[in-house]
């Protein structure tokens, strides 16, 4: 509390699902805060919780409403904070941020990435550009157009099999369309699957980039996961590194992470955040790629300008970094930057899933040595609600296991 009767600060996270819940979360850890959680919709995992305050705004996702909603809510708190800290759980909400920043009246404390940076992590193409330059491996790919589907396979750098996915930008139109074997990314074997899956695309009228990519060796357990904050200087003052040992296989949900085990490398420390200081990079980063065994490379993916949807894993390992957020941009208090060590297991979902869909036998075996961490299972926040409705989805999430899981690997062959 200042002398002038203030609280230090107000975190406000926007957002409703188990991001935005473990977000509000690590802040009533570290701090005893309470923060504000905005949203359009109230997702499952932020209901009936007793961590954090949450506030319902029709439309906010819009364009037309976000920046005078939120600025609307920083008004009517800046005379009880000293501080008040904005954190997105979504690329979409972090864009709007980084879009009407200068309409906030100087009310966020927190900086965040221009624009121009924003835009080089938008598409692919853009992104491996910026690996290029920087000297960061990245998968062989070629990006290619609605008219271009067929003739990109006379200038493949890459031999079959391929990985296939719809360019992010045109994630919203491609769900709008359908067609029969849809699926958000896929695995072609032979020159022949992959000319019949366009020519049912091509029927459903969709018109996005298709992004393909040489593919590389490895079933859930070969992808990798770093999340680190940068202060708003650039200086990363926090790094973890986690393996994936099963992702979500069901069409909502797929690409996200079910359960990851915290690394440490070294190396790999080193160089990302090399390439994120060099990049002038601030606030949360979120850094999907892919162990490549052949090579003993990280081939990057993405970088996701916020904390991830499974950044809890952090907390796992020991690490909180809205504590380390927090007392950067509040306190100004600044550490040497800390790289995690620790092996510890977080999962969002039940044990007898990961006992059964997780192919390596040697993470397996890992996994049968650690108790996992759970995002939403909270200790402070167990309410008969709460539980119900977290039972109910552990259920369904057995049921869509089942019906949806794959071995990446052996598809691929």
Same mark, same amino acid.
């Given at each position: 509390?200042?002398?002038?009767?203030?609280?230090?600060?107000?975190?406000?996270?926007?957002?409703?699902? *188990?991001?935005?819940?473990?977000?509000?979360?690590?802040?009533?850890?570290?701090?005893?805060?309470?923060?504000?959680?905005?949203?359009? +919709?109230?997702?499952?995992?932020?209901?009936?919780?007793?961590?954090?305050?949450?506030?319902?705004?029709?439309?906010? *996702?819009?364009?037309?409403?976000?920046?005078?909603?939120?600025?609307?809510?920083?008004?009517?708190?800046?005379?009880?904070?000293?501080?008040?800290?904005? +954190?997105?759980?979504?690329?979409?909400?972090?864009?709007?941020?980084?879009?009407?920043?200068?309409?906030? *009246?100087?009310?966020?404390?927190?900086?965040?990435?221009?624009?121009?940076?924003?835009?080089?992590?938008?598409? $692919?193409?853009?992104?491996?550009?910026?690996?290029?330059?920087?000297?960061?491996?990245?998968?062989?790919?070629?990006?290619?157009?609605?008219?271009?589907?067929?003739?990109?396979?006379?200038?493949?750098?890459?031999?079959?099999? +391929?990985?296939? $996915?719809?360019?992010?930008?045109?994630?919203?139109?491609?769900?709008?369309?359908?067609? *029969?074997?849809?699926? $958000?990314?896929?695995?072609?074997?032979?020159?022949?699957?992959?000319?019949?899956?366009v020519a049912n695309m091509d029927a459903s009228g969709y018109a996005g980039k298709l992004i393909l990519q040489e593919f590389v060796p490895g079933g859930d357990g070969a992808m990798r996961v770093l999340n680190s904050y940068s202060d708003a200087d650039g200086k990363v003052r926090a790094?973890?590194?986690?393996?994936?040992?099963?992702?979500?296989y069901d069409p909502k949900s797929v690409g996200n992470y079910a359960a990851i085990l915290s690394r440490g490398d070294r190396a790999l420390y080193e160089k990302m955040r090399s390439f994120l200081e060099e990049l002038g990079y601030v606030g949360f980063a979120n850094v999907d790629m892919k162990y490549d065994r052949r090579t003993g490379r990280y081939l990057l993916f993405e970088i996701n300008p916020r904390p991830g949807r499974s950044s809890y894993f952090v907390r796992s390992a020991g690490m909180n970094l809205m504590r380390v957020f927090a007392d950067d941009v509040v306190y100004g208090r600044r550490e040497p930057c800390v790289y995690n060590e620790n092996v510890a297991l977080w999962s969002n979902v039940p044990r007898g899933i990961l006992n059964r869909y997780v192919a390596d036998p040697d993470l397996r075996a890992e996994l049968k040595r650690h108790k996992p961490d759970r995002t939403l299972m909270a200790p402070d926040d167990f309410s008969l609600k709460r539980l119900y409705r977290i039972a109910r989805v552990d259920h369904a999430q057995y049921g869509l296991f089942r019906r949806y899981w794959f071995d990446k690997e052996k598809e691929a062959r």
């Open positions: 509390m200042s002398s002038m009767g203030k609280k230090d600060f107000l975190p406000i996270v926007l957002g409703s699902d *188990e991001n935005a819940y473990g977000t509000a979360r690590l802040f009533h850890e570290a701090y005893g805060a309470r923060a504000l959680v905005l949203c359009t +919709i109230p997702l499952s995992p932020t209901r009936d919780s007793r961590l954090f305050d949450l506030r319902v705004i029709e439309n906010f *996702e819009r364009a037309d409403v976000f920046p005078d909603a939120l600025l609307g809510v920083l008004r009517e708190h800046a005379d009880s904070y000293e501080k008040q800290l904005v +954190i997105p759980c979504s690329d979409y909400y972090a864009a709007l941020l980084c879009q009407y920043y200068d309409r906030f *009246e100087g009310l966020i404390a927190n900086r965040f990435n221009p624009a121009a940076l924003l835009d080089a992590f938008d598409t $692919k193409d853009k992104f491996y550009a910026l690996c290029e330059r920087y000297g960061m491996d990245y998968p062989k790919t070629a990006v290619a157009a609605p008219d271009e589907r067929l003739r990109v396979l006379e200038r493949l750098p890459f031999e079959f099999p +391929i990985v296939v $996915k719809p360019e992010n930008s045109n994630a919203t139109a491609y769900l709008r369309c359908h067609f *029969e074997g849809q699926k $958000k990314v896929f695995f072609f074997d032979t020159p022949e699957d992959y000319r019949a899956m790094m973890c590194l986690g393996q994936p040992v099963l992702e979500y």
